[in-house]
């Protein structure tokens, strides 16, 4: 944490403390080393970087957007807000991603985007979501978990419009609270930095290209502060270290729990072959409910910090307001109600990792 906080007193020394400072640009360059994007917006959360993309869209009444219920409420409302119908769809048990099927029975001439999560920072079928997704709507990649995964040989979140990424407290880079807009298409860049400056030409003015800025377009202060992103460029820095540390702990929980699966009854992450995880989390399915109900509450008997993970959206009370036609989606039922995710950080010890696979191991084979 030395260079993080070094970095910070700079930037308070240097007198830039909003958005856009010099710690905000190394941020961006240090992030499109992967993204590999014409832009990168650094923004105050995942959220806002959803709101401005939701933005971006010009909705109009009626138009609708098609988003998995299995997601964090952020996915679903940044486009409540812009004005959309959401229409919640399925996802596939093998990467726990949207799935295809479940999105080519929803699109019609309503379907203004599509919001896939990459859970885990795990690429999923993302290619065929991009083949079956008509020219005329965008396709949005929340990639809060997924920041240097890839896919193939892309950087995940390079297949949609825009993607997103998350540098809240809880993510493999943090610095607090933030998030980043990545703007895939080239022509979106221009009105991106109007929405970003508050709806003013304000880097046409510092471009020199208008001799004052202005009001001119929608938007909001959707800028990380500069003390944030000096931070985050510290993190950032060790990203070799981050990535081989969380890398060691998820694979010694695979390593573990997969001769013991099947006779358990337990579904371990699956990592497609051509894809580079973003190493977010570590889960396992229990065979039921009941088991998992069991499963944490002996863990957390044990001081073991497990826990589950999303209330399927189009089941709470938000979903049911905002949610158009209501539907059974059978997989985002059962994943939600089976799913633990284990304890997982990158200074996690190979010692606690056992311990927390003996005590899983034990507690569900009773």
């Not at 070094?6 to 909003?18: C, M, P, W």
């Not at 009001?215 to 944030?228: E, K, M, N």
């Not at 998820?250 to 390593?255: C, D, I, N, S």
């Not at 973003?278 to 229990?286: D, E, K, N, T």
């Amino acid at each position: 944490m030395g260079d993080e906080l070094d970095y910070v007193r700079q930037a308070i020394e240097g007198g830039h403390g909003s958005a856009s400072g010099p710690f905000s640009l190394r941020a961006r360059e240090m992030i499109n080393d992967w993204a590999e994007a014409p832009e990168i917006f650094l923004t105050t959360s995942c959220t806002a970087a959803l709101e401005m993309s939701a933005l971006m869209l010009d909705l109009e009444p009626g138009d609708k957007v098609i988003v998995p219920s299995f997601t964090f409420v952020s996915s679903a409302l940044a486009f409540v807000r812009a004005g959309a119908e959401i229409v919640f769809a399925d996802i596939e048990e093998e990467t726990l991603s949207l799935d295809p099927a479940s999105v080519a029975g929803l699109i019609d001439d309503h379907v203004k985007a599509v919001v896939t999560v990459h859970y885990g920072g795990i690429g999923g079928r993302i290619n065929e979501l991009v083949e079956l997704i008509p020219e005329r709507v965008s396709l949005i990649e929340d990639n809060a978990h997924g920041l240097f995964a890839r896919k193939g040989n892309r950087p995940l979140g390079s297949f949609g419009r825009f993607s997103t990424l998350s540098f809240h407290e809880t993510k493999n880079f943090t610095c607090g609270e933030g998030g980043a807009l990545v703007v895939n298409d080239p022509s979106d860049t221009a009105r991106a930095w109007v929405l970003y400056d508050k709806g003013t030409d304000r880097q046409a003015f510092f471009r020199g290209e208008v001799d004052k800025y202005t009001w001119r377009d929608i938007g909001s202060s959707f800028g990380l502060s500069d003390y944030l992103a000096a931070y985050l460029v510290g993190q950032l820095e060790q990203k070799e270290r981050i990535l081989a540390e969380r890398q060691r702990v998820f694979e010694r929980y695979l390593a573990l729990l997969q001769p013991q699966a099947d006779s358990l009854g337990v579904t371990l992450p699956t990592i497609p072959d051509d894809a580079v995880p973003g190493y977010h989390l570590f889960y396992a399915l229990l065979p039921d409910s009941r088991s998992r109900s069991r499963v944490l509450e002996s863990l957390r008997e044990s001081g073991i910090g497990a826990t589950f993970h999303y209330v399927p959206l189009h089941e709470s009370p938000g979903g049911f307001r905002y949610g158009v036609a209501p539907h059974h989606l059978p997989t985002t039922e059962s994943v939600a109600a089976r799913l633990i995710r284990l304890p997982f950080h990158a200074a996690l010890s190979n010692s606690a990792v056992d311990r927390v696979v003996d005590e899983f191991v034990r507690s569900a084979g009773q």
